[in-house]
């Protein structure tokens, strides 16, 4: 990580995040608040999270609204979830050097599917919320 590209410590509450996907990790890093309900992620924005014109990027803004949602799956099903829909509304625009904090909830769970939904935060500004629908890895037997 270049000079450009120190973090600060994490909010009250948050530890880095370990044991996540190679594009996660890539992307990263994250940063999460334990909870007895959904899930709370953190990052700290950086240059490279952001758009030609300076803007938090939609994309990583997507990606992390993404796994945002999918822990908050994972802790109320206990099994691990892919994506089947994930619709994103952007509401304001964040920039580099602040913290973007997440929270998401689960909605709903049936048997193969999860519903859940959550929000993208900066400086206390909503950037972005989100729902997304998830299907549940089970493992069915013959």
């Not at 909870?35 to 999270?49: D, I, N, P, T």
């Not at 803007?55 to 822990?71: E, P, T």
């Not at 599917?113 to 089970?138: H, I, K, P, W, Y």
Request: hydrophobic share 45%.
């Amino acid at each position: 990580m270049s000079r450009d590209e120190e973090i600060p410590p994490a909010p009250p509450g948050f530890v880095a995040s370990t044991g996540r996907g190679p594009f996660t990790t890539h992307n990263g890093p994250l940063f999460h608040r334990e909870s007895a309900e959904g899930a709370h992620q953190a990052f700290f924005a950086l240059a490279r999270h952001c758009n030609g014109v300076g803007l938090l990027h939609g994309g990583m803004l997507s990606a992390f609204l993404d796994g945002l949602l999918s822990s908050a799956v994972g802790r109320a099903s206990g099994v691990a979830s892919v994506t089947v829909h994930l619709s994103v509304d952007f509401l304001d625009m964040g920039r580099a050097n602040d913290w973007v904090l997440g929270d998401a909830s689960v909605t709903r769970v049936t048997r193969d599917m999860a519903f859940a939904e959550g929000d993208a935060r900066m400086a206390g500004r909503t950037l972005a919320r989100a729902s997304g629908v998830f299907r549940l890895m089970r493992r069915h037997t013959a």
